[in-house]
């Protein structure tokens, strides 16, 4: 299934919405982004990048090299299903 994102990076130094130019993904969780202003009067170029943190709900076909915390609140729901189920 294909998304399509409304979310925007905007500039750090104009606010437009900056453009994704090159994007290589170096983990399973971990990407480094070449992105520039879409201003031509901004002109600015830069790195950005992205790393999934945390799963907040579990996979249902999880990747076994990919090892993600749960966030706090996960790991409590999770040891209190456990604890009401012994």
């Known amino acids: 299934m294909t ?4 979310h925007r990076l905007p500039c750090p130094h104009c606010s437009q919405n900056l453009r994704i130019r090159k994007s290589q993904g170096l983990t399973p969780v ?7 202003c879409r201003n031509e009067d901004c002109g600015f170029r830069g790195k950005a990048r ?29 040891i209190k299903q456990a604890q009401q189920a012994s």
Do not use: G, H, W
């Open 50 to 78: 992205i790393e999934v943190c945390n799963t907040l709900t579990p996979s249902d076909s999880p990747n076994p090299t990919v090892d993600l915390p749960f966030t706090p609140r996960l790991l409590q729901q999770a």
């Open 3 to 6: 998304m399509t994102s409304k």
């Open 30 to 36: 971990y990407r480094e982004l070449v992105v520039e």
